[in-house]
């Protein structure tokens, strides 16, 4: 049984940092791309950070510029993104999901989702 568990959120002031944390199970971590979503009130889910499987290597929304570090551990099954310079507008859920690559518009599980809030 897949299991996703974010970790991490909470209310941050603008430009500030939090670390989001995603644990693992159920599954051969090592073989799958993981990704971070965010939904906001009102809009649609939308991509933060995927890292691959293969090399680590990530692809990231227009509005990350550069202030998200998605980072996956497979010795622990754990994948973290850490954001920095939050603005209000980076409030939102944020969910964790596994994908078999990460240009795939298919997400195979998705976590319970943490709630971030920047206040400005």
């Known amino acids: 049984q897949v299991q996703l568990v974010e970790s991490g959120g909470g209310l941050v002031q603008s430009g500030g940092s939090l670390t989001l944390s995603c644990a693992a199970s159920g599954f051969a971590f090592a073989d799958y791309s993981m990704a971070w979503f965010r939904q906001a009130p009102g809009k649609e889910r939308e991509l933060v950070s ?21 980072t996956r551990d497979n010795s622990k099954n754990t994948v973290s993104l850490k954001m920095n310079s939050l603005q209000p507008e980076d409030s939102a859920i944020y969910y964790c999901a596994r994908r078999y690559y990460c240009p795939s518009h298919v997400s195979l599980d998705w976590g319970q989702g943490t709630q971030i809030t920047v206040s400005s």
């Not at 890292?51 to 570090?69: I, L």
């Open 50 to 70: 995927c890292v691959s499987s293969d090399d680590g290597s990530t692809r990231e929304g227009d509005f990350v510029k550069g202030r998200f570090t998605n």
